[in-house]
Nanobody
Framework: QVQLVESGGGLVQAGGSLRLSCTAS????????MGWYRQPPGKQRELVAA???????DYADSVKGRFTISRDNAKNTVYLQMNSLKPEDTDVYYC???????????WGQGTQVTVSS
């Protein structure tokens, strides 16, 4: 089992920045990909950004150039630096971890990000 604990959400004005953190504990050696998702109202949960244990990254088109995902394997922590935030970025952001085999995935409890206009 893997446990994920997020932090760093909050309220910010449009154009501002926030950094989210997600620390994994438990069977961390089973983790390959870690990432962040959000779920806009009335829509399915969507990928925001992801990073493999080797450092390969992937981003949603809507956040490219504004968000940066990074990972500190020694601290079992993934970060999401969010710059130039827009009101449409308002959502609950969930940390996700996928096992090396791809057969298990784990979720954090979510952290609220609110961007005011």
């Amino acid at each position: 089992q893997v446990q994920l604990v997020e932090s760093g959400g909050g309220l910010v004005q449009a154009g501002g920045s926030l950094r989210l953190s997600c620390t994994a504990s438990g069977n961390i050696f089973s983790i390959n990909v870690m990432g962040w998702y959000r779920q806009p109202p009335g829509k399915q949960r969507e990928l925001v950004a992801a990073i493999t244990s080797g450092g390969t990254t992937d981003y949603a088109d809507s956040v490219k150039g504004r968000f940066t995902i990074s990972r500190d394997n020694a601290k079992n922590t993934v970060y999401l630096q969010m710059n130039s935030l827009k009101p449409e970025d308002t959502d609950v952001y969930y940390c996700n971890a996928v096992s090396v085999t791809g057969t298990r995935d784990y979720w954090g409890q979510g952290t609220q990000v609110t961007v005011s206009s």
